[in-house]
Antibody, heavy 119, light 110 residues
Framework: EVQLVQSGAEVKKSGESLKISCEGS????????IGWVRQMPGKGLEWMGI????????RYSPSFQGQVTFSADKSISTAYLQWNSLRASDTAMYYC????????????WGQGTLVTVSS | QSVLTQPPSASGTPGQRVIISCSGS????????VNWYQQLPGTAPKLLIE???QRPSGVPDRFSGSKSGTSASLAISGLQSEDEADYHC???????????FGGGTKLTVL
């Protein structure tokens, strides 16, 4: 069974750093892309970009380029989403999701990580 | 403003058939396949339809998808109370080089 399990909810202050995780199981983690999707409170889904754990090839949506960093450790089947300096506007639910190919929308999704940033 | 356009809301009574639309352009729906997701309150999105009209294992055949030109549709027949959720469409966009989503449609079962 394909599963993506994300790390727990976080409460941070503006300016702090944060790294959340997404562990895959039930499939060959290295050979599928992992995408990150933001959902702000009461809003729709926004695709942030993707990473290929096999070689860490990374593509960012222009809206998120320079704001976040993706990384992956294929030895432990885990992908990461990182901020160096959080802002209140980063408050949202963040999902990781598997993409069979770079150009396909996601199929399996993680349960989400709620990030709350206070000013 | 989302790249794909969905109606913000839809509604129906139990047993009815409801259709949710998703409008795009030649760089996304017009040239790429569409996925649909169901997001129940307080949960993560779940794949409902992939590649325009394919139901993953376990998805009831009450749910069906179609695509024509630069628009796609999700049809739900035999509406049930547990279908009350947000529904999102998505496709790859060749111009933006990324996945684009609709704004989501909140389905209410009256």
């Amino acid at each position: 069974e394909v599963q993506l399990v994300q790390s727990g909810a976080e409460v941070k202050k503006s300016g702090e750093s944060l790294k959340i995780s997404c562990e895959g199981s039930g499939y060959s983690f290295s050979t599928y892309w992992i995408g990150w999707v933001r959902q702000m409170p009461g809003k729709g889904l926004e695709w942030m970009g993707i990473i290929y754990p096999g070689d860490s090839d990374t593509r960012y949506s222009p809206s998120f380029q320079g704001q976040v960093t993706f990384s992956a450790d294929k030895s432990i089947s885990t992908a990461y989403l990182q901020w160096n300096s959080l802002r209140a506007s980063d408050t949202a639910m963040y999902y990781c999701a598997r993409q069979r190919d770079r150009w396909r929308p996601p199929d399996y999704w993680g349960q989400g990580t709620l990030v709350t940033v206070s000013s | 403003q989302s790249v794909l356009t969905q109606p913000p809301s839809a509604s129906g009574t139990p047993g009815q058939r409801v259709i949710i639309s998703c409008s795009g352009s030649s760089s996304n729906i017009g040239s790429e396949t569409v996925n649909w997701y169901q997001q129940l309150p307080g949960t993560a999105p779940k794949l409902l339809i992939e590649s325009n009209n394919q139901r993953p294992s376990g998805v009831p055949d009450r749910f069906s998808g179609s695509k024509s030109g630069t628009s796609a549709s999700l049809a739900i027949s035999g509406l049930q109370s547990e279908d009350e959720a947000d529904y999102h469409c998505a496709a790859w966009d060749d111009s933006l080089n990324g996945v684009v989503f609709g704004g989501g449609t909140k389905l209410t079962v009256l």
